[in-house]
C-alpha cells in the first residue's frame, strides 16, 4: 500500500490570487451522479482557491438525474457557472473546444467529471503560471477506485521541467490531461483540441510545444484519478491504433520524431492496443509510469 501524500501548503503569499481562471469540464450521458457531483465540489467550492467561473459542456442527451445536477449548476450551487450543450453526443475534443470558445478568462483549468481536485491544486497551480509566465501547467496524480481509497493508489507522474517535458513528448504525452490549466489565447493559437479518440490532449500538447508554449509540472499530486475496471479495456482496439497512427504521422511530418521513432513507436503502440486489458494496465505501470526520466531533447527529436 502506498503512503498518503503530505499536505501541501499554498503559502501565505499568492501572488496569483488576483488571475482569474476558469474550470473547464466535460459531462455526457454516461457519467454517474454521484461522482459528477464530488467532482464539481472538489473544483470549485471545495478549493482553496476558487475558480471565477465553472464552464460545464454537456456532450449530448443526459438522464433526468444528470439534467436535474445540471439545473443545481445553473442555480449557482457551485459557484459562478455556464452551461454549453451539444443536442447530440459529438465528442470530448468537440466539448472542449466549445469551453476553450467560450471562456471568458485566459487561464483554463481542466478537469473531469469523475475525478477529485485536491483542495489545495488551483492555490498552487494559478500563481506558478503567473510567477513563471507558463502556457501549460500540469501535476502529478494518484489513481483510487471503488476499492482503493483517493490518496492510497499507483502515482502517476511526468517530467517537471520544460526541457525535459520537450525530450519525453516524442515517447508519451507529457501531461496529465485533467491536471492541466493553460493559457487559451496559446492553445487557441494552435487550433485548440482537434477530434482523435483518446488523444486529443496529446495532439494539443505537441502543437503547442511546437507554436512556443512554455510548459511545466508541479511534483505534488494534486488530482486523484479515478480507474474503473473498464479502464484500460477501453483504450485497445483498431480504432484508438487508428489515433496512435495519425498522430504519429504527424508527429514525423512536423519533424518531431524522425523515421526510427516513428516505427518504434508504431510497434510499441500496435502491442500495447492489441494486448489483452489486464496485459496494457500492468505495461502502463511498468513501462511508462516507472520511466518518467525523458531524454535528453537533443536525441529525444532526431530519434
Not at 20 to 31: E, H, K, S, T, Y
Request: aromatic content about 6%; some cysteine.
Amino acid at each position: 500500500m502506498n503512503e498518503p501524500d503530505p499536505p501541501v501548503s499554498a503559502g501565505q503569499s499568492d501572488p496569483g490570487r488576483h488571475s482569474p481562471f476558469a474550470v473547464l469540464m466535460p459531462l455526457w450521458g454516461r457519467d454517474l451522479p454521484d461522482r459528477v457531483q464530488l467532482a464539481l465540489t472538489s473544483a470549485t467550492t471545495a478549493q482553496q482557491r476558487r475558480p471565477e467561473l465553472l464552464i460545464l459542456t454537456v456532450d449530448g442527451p443526459l438522464p433526468a438525474v444528470l439534467e436535474a445536477l445540471v439545473r443545481r449548476v445553473v442555480a449557482g450551487e457551485f459557484g459562478p457557472a455556464q452551461v454549453l450543450r451539444h443536442d447530440t453526443h459529438r465528442g470530448v475534443a468537440a466539448a472542449l473546444q466549445d469551453g476553450l470558445e467560450a471562456s471568458p478568462y485566459e487561464l483554463i483549468a481542466r478537469a473531469d467529471a469523475d475525478d477529485i481536485c485536491r483542495p489545495e491544486r488551483f492555490a498552487l497551480q494559478i500563481p506558478t503560471m503567473q510567477e513563471r509566465n507558463l502556457d501549460l501547467l500540469g501535476s502529478a496524480m494518484r489513481e483510487f477506485s471503488d476499492r482503493v481509497e483517493p490518496g492510497q493508489g499507483p502515482l502517476r507522474t511526468r517530467p517537471l521541467e520544460h526541457d525535459e517535458i520537450v525530450g519525453y513528448l516524442p515517447h508519451h504525452s507529457p501531461f496529465h490531461h485533467p491536471t492541466v490549466v493553460m493559457r487559451r489565447s496559446v492553445a487557441r493559437a494552435v487550433g485548440g483540441y482537434r477530434d482523435l479518440p483518446l488523444l486529443e490532449d496529446y495532439w494539443l500538447w505537441e502543437r503547442m510545444m511546437l507554436g512556443g508554449a512554455r510548459m511545466a509540472n508541479r511534483p505534488e499530486v494534486l488530482v486523484d484519478y479515478r480507474v474503473d475496471e473498464e479502464l484500460f479495456a477501453r483504450r485497445g482496439g483498431w480504432r484508438l491504433f487508428s489515433s496512435d497512427l495519425q498522430l504519429q504521422r504527424r508527429m514525423l511530418m512536423d519533424r518531431v520524431i524522425g523515421p526510427g521513432r516513428f516505427a518504434r513507436n508504431l510497434v510499441l503502440r500496435g502491442a500495447y492496443r492489441f494486448a489483452p486489458g489486464w496485459v496494457r494496465r500492468i505495461s502502463y505501470r511498468r513501462l511508462i509510469e516507472q520511466n518518467v526520466e525523458a531524454p535528453h531533447p537533443s536525441t529525444a527529436v532526431a530519434s
